[in-house]
Antibody, heavy 121, light 113 residues
Framework: QVQLVQSGAEVKKPGASVKVSCKASGYTFTSYGISWVRQAPGQGLEWMGW????????NYAQKLQGRVTMTTVTSTSTAYMELRSLRSDDTAVFYC??????????????WGQGTRVTVSS | DIVMTQSPDSLAVSLGERATINCKSSQSVLYTSNNKNYLAWYQQKPGQPPKLLIY???TRESGVPDRFSGSGSGTDFTLTISSLQAEDVAVYYC?????????FGQGTRLEIK
């Protein structure tokens, strides 16, 4: 069965960076992409960006450009999302979700369990 | 950016009754070359990740009960739960994947009356 297993909760200080991992199993990693979505406490869903599992092509939300980097390691079927220069309003649960391989233009059919990132001094 | 607006923000429906959630996009998400609406619906229960219910506006994801249905085209969409069950209590989100950035509605909280 398809599974996306994310790394554990993190607490970071303002200005620091966080790197969240998402290990995929149960499907061919390079046949799909991964989108990252975050959810601030009590708030809705915000798409952060997408990465192809095949060639590493990315598409980032413009508001995060310059602060976010998404990567993959195909040998371990793992996707990573790094967010830099953290601020208190980056406090959220971060989700990875399976996406189409070549485009953002498709539904997100499997989701990781979420990783809580708390930014606090 | 395409803005997705859901109505209502919250909804209380009796068990066995119909629940209807609306979603309006600020521009059409219908791709005319393939006649597909790039619109999905998700269900999120407390402490859980979202779960895909409906995609292409009206295609039910495998394993989703048939009491869930999606309809609409262009800019106006509806998620209908034909006979509300206790396990349907959740927040529901619409999402457009027509254009980047992908955007979600603000969510509709569904409760039992």
């Amino acid at each position: 069965q398809v599974q996306l297993v994310q790394s554990g909760a993190e607490v970071k200080k303002p200005g620091a960076s966080v790197k969240v991992s998402c290990k995929a199993s149960g499907y061919t990693f390079t046949s799909y992409g991964i989108s990252w979505v975050r959810q601030a406490p009590g708030q809705g869903l915000e798409w952060m960006g997408w990465i192809s599992g095949n060639n590493g092509n990315t598409n980032y939300a413009q508001k995060l450009q310059g602060r976010v980097t998404m990567t993959t390691v195909t040998s371990t079927s793992t996707a990573y999302m790094e967010l830099r220069s953290l601020r208190s309003d980056d406090t959220a649960v971060f989700y990875c979700a399976r996406a189409p391989r070549t485009t953002i233009r498709g539904p997100l059919d499997y989701w990781g369990q979420g990783t809580r990132v708390t930014v606090s001094s | 950016d395409i803005v997705m607006t859901q109505s209502p923000d919250s909804l209380a429906v009796s068990l066995g009754e119909r629940a209807t959630i609306n979603c309006k996009s600020s521009q059409s998400v219908l791709y005319t070359s393939n006649n597909k609406n790039y619109l999905a619906w998700y269900q999120q229960k407390p402490g859980q990740p979202p779960k895909l219910l409906i995609y292409w506006a009206s295609t039910r994801e495998s394993g989703v009960p048939d009491r869930f249905s999606g309809s609409g085209s262009g800019t106006d969409f509806t998620l209908t739960i034909s006979s509300l069950q206790a396990e349907d209590v959740a927040v529901y989100y619409c999402q457009q994947y027509y254009n980047t950035p992908i955007t979600f509605g603000q969510g509709t909280r569904l409760e039992i009356k």
